[in-house]
């Protein structure tokens, strides 16, 4: 599904990715952790196609398709989301209008018909619902005076509208107070698993793992990946550290 082919990128003249290759097969979580500017958050801009991220080499295949081809907004169109760590906040733009107007384009961009009002709400609440957030805070302005778990929270909601096939969360878990993380990392289950969707799930702790099991987990460190392997990689990085794992990579 997706297909990251010894990627290079810069941003501001820095090269931050240098040679990095990995994959996400449909039906596959697979898990990034790496230390603390090794690059992480980088890779998501990139796939998102945030301006000033510059790609000076290497291929990026989404479903069969070079993303470097798409623009952000059709990149979403054919299923991409992505998660930040810091969502931001949209003064004057309710909750609802913007994953309505968010969904109805997407949709367009496919060429299927936009979600009638309540047709929209129906789904709105459902997925409130499964992220145990109150619907009423998807009548306020997007994150204005949200809590950070309530802003995570509604970005899985958002998630859950959009019906992406190929989410990257980066440290969708960053914040969350232990009830939260439950609540985000189950958002994550029933909304991702699915044979036909994939996830690019970066993160630091073990603890959303334990909720969110990885297929996968790859070390990226210093703009590539370093090491692959099973759940237990990520048990080792937590008790041994990153350096250590990596000196007998
Ligand atoms: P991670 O998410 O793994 O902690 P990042 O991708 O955020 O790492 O950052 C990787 C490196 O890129 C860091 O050294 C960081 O300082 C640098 N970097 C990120 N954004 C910028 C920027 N806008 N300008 C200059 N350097 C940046
Ligand atoms: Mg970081
Ligand atoms: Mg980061």
Redesign the pocket.
Known sequence: MLEITDLHAT??D?P?LKGLSLTVAAGEVHAIM??????????AYVLGGRP?YEVTHGSVTFNGVDLFEMDPHERAAAGLFLGFQYPVEIPGVSNLQFLREALNSQRKQRGEEPLTGGEFLKLAREKAALLKLDPEMLKRHVNVGFSGGEKKRAEMVQMGILDPKLAVL?ETDSGLDIDALRIVGEGINAIMRDPAKGVLLITHYQRLLDVVKPDRVSV?AGGRIVQTGGPELALRLESEGYDAVMADA
């Open positions: 941003v501001a820095k931050i790496g230390p603390n500017g090794a690059g992480k958050s980088t890779l000033g980066d990226l």
